[in-house]
C-alpha cells in the first residue's frame, strides 16, 4: 500500500507541475535564439529579417516586462536586440541542436514559436515522470518513489519543465530508451533503444561523451553491447555532421565565450587555447558546482550508495550497472570537457544515474526493514 500511495505522490507532483508550466510559462532568452535557429533553417530569409521578425514575435508573445528583460536586460542581450550580425553570429551555438531547432521548425506554424518551446518542455517533463513511474514499477521499486520526488525537486524540474529548451526534452528521450535498453533485450527494443539514444545526442550533440561513458563501462564491467555500442559509433559519425552543417566555431571557442570570456559577438572570435584559463575554468566550476547547484552533490550521493549496495551484498544487475557506470563517467566527462557548472547540463545522465540503481536500493532496503522487524 505504502508503495503506491508514493507512486501516486510522484504522479501528482508531476501533474501538479505539468499544470504549474502551462499556466505559468517562463521565457528565457535562448528561446529567441532557437526560434531565429528554426527560421534561418528555411533558408529564404536573410539575418536581417530573421532577426527582426524573431524579435517582433517573441514581443507579441510575452508581456512587456518580460519582452524588456529579454531585449534589454544587460549589455549582452541589448547588443543582440539591436545588432543583427552579432545576434546572427551566435546562432552557430544553437544550430548544432539539430532534432531540437528542427522539432520548432515544423510544429511553429501550429503553435507559435515560443508557445511551442513551452509545450515541448510540458510534454517532454510528463514523458519523464511517465518513465520513472514505470522504471520503478518494474523494479518493484515504488516505494522510492519520494525520492524521486525529491530529485526531481533538486534537479530543477519544474523550472526545466516551464521553461523552453532541449534539456528536459533530451532527458525524457533518453530515459525512455534507457528504460527500453534495461528492460528488454529483444531485437525491437534494441532497435528502439538505439534510436530514441541517437534521437536525444542529436537534440543535444554533447550527449556523445555520455554514449563514450556507456562504451567504456561495458569494455571495464561487460553487458549487452549492441545498443551502447552502435548508438555511440552512430553519434561519432554523425557528430562532423552536425557541427559542420552549424557551422560550430570548435570547442575552445565555445568554452571561451561560455565560461571566460563573454563576448557579445563571435565574429572574430577565436581565441587560443590557454591551459590557465582551463583550469581556472575547472576550479571555478567545482566551486560553483557545490555551493550553487545541486548536481555534484546528487552525483556523490549516488556514488556512495552504489558504495553501500557493494558493502552490502546487494547486486546490482548487469544492465542497470553498466547505465550507472556509464552515465558516472559520462557526468565526470562533460564536467572535464565543458566545466560549466548548471545542474541542466547533467540533468539527463543524473537521472538515469538514479533509475540505474533503484532495484537494488530498493531490495537493500526491505531486507534492511526485514531485519530491523525481526530483531525487534
Known sequence: MSAWLGALFLAGFVALTAVYSITQP????????????????????????????????????????????????????????????????????????????????????????VKVMNTMSVVAGLVLGVVVIAWLWSAGALVLAPLFVGLFAFTGYAELMRNGGPDIVQAAIFSLGAYIYWRSSSWLSIIIATSLFLISFAIRPELLIVLTGLVLALVLFGGRAVVPAVATIGALLLYPVLTGAAGHPGWWTHFMFSLNTYSETLIGFDPDFNIIYYFTALVRGITYSLIQQSWLVLTLLAVL????????????????????????????????????????????????????????????????????????
Open 26 to 113: 517562463s521565457v528565457n532568452w535562448d528561446m529567441i535564439a532557437y526560434l531565429a535557429s528554426a527560421e534561418m533553417v528555411e533558408g529564404d530569409k536573410d539575418i536581417k529579417t530573421v532577426h527582426r521578425e524573431v524579435y517582433a514575435k517573441v514581443k507579441n508573445s510575452v508581456s512587456p516586462a518580460e519582452y524588456k528583460e529579454l531585449a534589454e536586460g544587460d549589455s549582452y542581450r541589448l547588443r543582440q536586440s539591436t545588432d543583427a550580425e552579432a545576434f546572427g553570429s551566435m546562432l552557430v551555438m544553437y544550430k548544432v541542436k539539430y532534432l531540437y531547432i528542427e522539432a520548432i521548425r515544423v510544429l511553429k506554424p501550429f503553435l507559435g514559436g
Open 305 to 376: 550508495m552504489r558504495y553501500i549496495l557493494w558493502r552490502s551484498d546487494v547486486q546490482v544487475d548487469k544492465t542497470a550497472n553498466l547505465l550507472f557506470w556509464g552515465c558516472l563517467i559520462g557526468l565526470g566527462g562533460k564536467f572535464v570537457v565543458f566545466p560549466i557548472p548548471d545542474t541542466r547540463t547533467y540533468f539527463t545522465p543524473l537521472f538515469v544515474l538514479y533509475l540505474s540503481l533503484s532495484p537494488a536500493i530498493s531490495t537493500y532496503l526491505t531486507a534492511t526493514f526485514q531485519r530491523e522487524g525481526a530483531a525487534a
